[in-house]
């Protein structure tokens, strides 16, 4: 059953702690997402990945977040120093294709800094 | 950037009923998509419908891109149903935005 798998499923930090968040995409998928998900802001992609390269971070501040994929298997979301406003639910999803392509979701990290 | 409106916001149905949700955009639609959030959180992408008709079971999906906006109908509907419903689009230099949804309530 092959499914998009993030770790951890929560995640409750102090502000200025470095969070990472991770995310195992389907295998074969070549595109990787990162979504975050708010009351206030709704939803909103943060990044994407095609063939591990990023393609695309204009959604996510550049100060404090990073995300990178090591490898074909892993892709990593970083915040630091976090911040009581990053507390969100963060989806990854992996598809085949670009941008637009059929994504699969996993269930999100909720992280709540305080 | 580009705005994206959806209606209506909250949606209460019998099991059994049909529906239609809307979805507006201020600027020219590109690649259009149609995702549902369960009452669990989990997210699915439903349909990529940049324009013209989808089906998929009692779900289909038609987008006018020269009119701006998109449909979701939902026919026969169950309490599986339930959850939101959010369109987006992405609006130029792979700028993806999404509406805020429409919250669809099911009951038997």
């Known amino acids: 059953d092959a499914r998009v798998t993030q770790t951890p499923r929560d995640k409750v930090t102090e502000m200025g702690q470095e969070v990472t968040m991770r995310c195992q995409p389907i295998l074969g998928h070549n595109t990787v997402f990162w979504y975050r998900q708010t009351m206030m802001q709704g939803l909103e992609l943060l990044a994407y990945f095609r063939n591990r390269a990023p393609l695309d971070d204009s959604g996510m501040p550049k100060d404090r977040f990073s995300a990178e994929m090591p490898d074909a298997t892993l892709a990593t979301l970083k915040i630091q120093p976090s911040e009581p406003r990053d507390s969100a639910v963060y989806f990854c999803a992996s598809g085949r294709g670009g941008v637009n392509t059929e994504a699969f979701f996993g269930q999100g990290t909720r992280l709540t800094v305080v | 950037g580009i705005q994206v409106e959806q209606s209506p916001p909250d949606l209460i149905l019998q099991e059994g009923a049909n529906s239609t949700l809307r979805c507006n955009f201020s600027?020219?639609?590109?690649?259009l998509q149609w995702f549902h959030q369960n009452p669990w959180g989990q997210l699915i992408n439903l349909f990529y419908i940049p324009s013209g008709t989808k089906q998929n079971g009692r779900l289909s999906a038609t987008t006018v891109a020269t009119e701006r906006y998109s449909l979701l109908y939902i026919s026969s509907s169950q309490t599986t149903d339930s959850g939101v419903y959010f369109c987006?689009?992405?609006?130029?230099?792979?700028?993806?935005?999404f509406g805020t949804g429409t919250k669809l309530q099911v009951i038997p």
């Open positions: 987006a689009d992405e609006g130029g230099y792979q700028k993806v935005t």
């Open positions: 600027d020219s639609v590109n690649n």
